[in-house]
């Protein structure tokens, strides 16, 4: 399959990223249970699950007359790896605050 987005570009949406976690709340939902926690027409939601799902981050499995969608975490992990650096950025930075407070905190009582 040819992407026509990457997962950053489907992740810019606020929709789609509350498309993403409700999903992390259940396991799989058809689209018209993920349209009914939104305000938005359904053809709006659906376009928003045809584009996450073209970026890969949603599986769909038909099931019956129904489709059925669910995270793909294996595509999330992109997220998460690109992600990671700023994490451990910030894990950094706070430690490094936490040291100097508790510095002050000691020559206070001292």
């Given at each position: 399959?040819?992407l026509?987005?990457?997962?950053?570009?489907a992740?810019?949406?606020?929709?789609?990223?509350?498309i993403?976690?409700?999903?992390?709340?259940?396991?799989?939902?058809?689209a018209?249970?993920?349209a009914?926690n939104?305000?938005t027409a359904?053809?709006?939601?659906?376009k928003?699950?045809q584009?996450?799902?073209?970026?890969?981050l949603?599986?769909?499995?038909?099931?019956?007359?129904?489709?059925?969608?669910?995270?793909n975490p294996?595509?999330?992990?992109e997220i998460?790896d690109?992600?990671?650096p700023?994490r451990q950025m910030?894990?950094?930075?706070?430690?490094?605050?936490?040291?100097?407070?508790k510095q002050?905190?000691?020559?206070k009582h001292d």
């Open positions: 399959m040819n026509r987005r990457d997962v950053f570009q992740i810019a949406d606020p929709t789609r990223r509350a993403l976690l409700l999903l992390t709340a259940a396991p799989s939902l058809t018209g249970a993920i009914a939104f305000d359904r053809p709006t939601v659906s928003h699950l584009i996450l799902t073209e970026c890969e949603l599986q769909s499995q038909p099931n019956g007359r129904e489709m059925y969608y669910q995270l294996k595509k999330m992990k998460d690109f992600i990671e700023f910030w894990d950094d930075r706070f430690n490094k605050l936490e040291a100097i407070m002050r905190g000691k020559k």
